[in-house]
């Protein structure tokens, strides 16, 4: 009889690749992304008696959005893609227009809405107002918007600079209290 | 006649066997960079849409509450209702909430903690005002409203 020379057979690994892919597949569909980002704010503490704050009229640059998501800015109908440059307009006046803000420092956004304002107009005002001042400190800084989020979000690239422009403009957002219309 | 006898030609069989390799890789990957779901929404959570995002710092010092309208309408009506780990609550409840988060975290962490609002598109402000209310009465005072990178317009 003749020795045949036999090589390990070979074994078919097809059906692997489509074990993994179910496998896979199970996985992208039952998993979240967390998305862990989001417009952060720091709610004003609580207070039992009403301090009463003393502010000039002109620092104040008012926001309201009504229960039909209109928007009211500074007593003006305004749509959501304008508000960034009335604030930017404002926040960075200086005190040339005696109706605008004295300074960056003493600029107060006030926001205001109705219990029946839809959470998505809100956010929306919110993240316009956030990029206005964004804007103001990307270019006191010298740089893009991207790269100032980027500095904003990494703690080890922030610097002197980055510091130095949250001082010179402060992100200064008050919320008021809601009014009732609209409902829940 | 000819001397090299003619080999059979057929087309030779690719490997495969590198594929599952592959598939493998990206399966790791995806569960590495995925958190499974630590609680089951019982509201319908659709985030908006922001540019201007800010990154939650250290995420055991965030606490996640739910607002929307609630998936099982027949029990619990349409209207928007919060939800915190499993339980459907009311404002009210909010700050016990609190106090049971603060607990769990160091005594130096206590002030540090955020809430973390993931908020439903269609909700109406009246409810956010009334949680926002009850976490100042809490003291968590920093708040971030969770919401998904938009793609810029310009």
Redesign the interface.
């Known amino acids: 009889m003749k020795k045949k020379s036999r090589s390990a057979p070979e074994i078919n690994?097809?059906s692997?690749?489509d074990?993994?892919?179910l496998?896979?597949i199970f996985?992208?569909v039952?998993?979240?992304?967390?998305?862990?980002?989001?417009?952060?704010?720091?709610?004003?503490?609580?207070n039992d008696q009403q301090l009463d704050v003393k502010m000039k009229e002109r620092n104040i640059f008012k926001v309201f959005i009504n229960s039909n998501n209109q928007l009211l800015v500074e007593e003006q109908l305004m749509s959501v893609n304008q508000v960034k440059e009335a604030a930017k307009k404002f926040i960075s006046n200086n005190g040339r227009d005696p109706k605008s803000s004295e300074s960056p420092q003493a600029a107060v956004i006030s926001l205001k809405?109705?219990?029946?304002?839809?959470?998505?107009m809100?956010?929306?005002v919110?993240?316009e107002l956030?990029?206005a001042y964004?804007e103001l400190r990307a270019a006191y800084m010298g740089v893009t918007l991207a790269e100032y989020?980027e500095i904003?979000?990494d703690?080890k690239k922030q610097n002197a600079k980055f510091e130095e422009a949250k001082k010179a403009i402060p992100y200064q957002l008050s919320e008021a209290?809601?009014t009732n219309a609209?409902?829940? | 006649m000819s001397k090299f006898s003619k080999k059979k030609k057929g087309t030779p069989a690719i490997s495969?066997?590198s594929?599952?390799d592959i598939?493998?890789m990206?399966?790791f990957f995806?569960?590495v960079?995925?958190?499974?779901?630590e609680t089951e929404l019982k509201v319908q959570n659709r985030?908006?849409?922001?540019?201007?995002?800010?990154?939650?710092?250290k995420?055991s010092l965030?606490s996640y509450i739910y607002i929307g309208k609630p998936k099982d309408t027949e029990k619990y009506g349409v209207?928007?209702r919060i939800q915190v780990n499993d339980a459907l609550v009311t404002p009210k409840e909010i700050p016990n909430f609190v106090y049971a988060e603060k607990d769990k975290l160091d005594e130096v962490e206590r002030d540090k903690i955020?809430m973390?609002?993931k908020?439903?598109?269609?909700?109406?402000?009246?409810?956010?005002?009334d949680v926002?209310q009850q976490?100042?009465?809490a003291?968590a005072?920093?708040?971030?409203?969770?919401?998904?990178?938009?793609v810029e317009k310009e």
């Open positions: 690994a097809s692997m690749a074990i993994a892919f496998l896979l996985f992208l039952t998993t979240t992304i967390a998305s862990d980002k989001g417009l952060s704010i720091l709610l004003p503490p609580k809405t109705d219990r029946g304002t839809k959470y998505e809100y956010i929306a919110m993240d956030k990029k964004n989020l904003e979000n703690s209290e809601p609209g409902g829940n | 495969t066997s594929l599952p598939i493998f990206l399966l995806f569960m960079t995925t958190v499974l779901r985030l908006p849409k922001a540019s201007q995002l800010q990154k939650l710092e995420k965030v209207e928007p955020t973390s609002l908020v439903d598109i269609d909700a109406k402000m009246g409810i956010i005002s926002k976490l100042r009465e003291d005072r920093k708040v971030n409203y969770s919401s998904v990178k938009a």
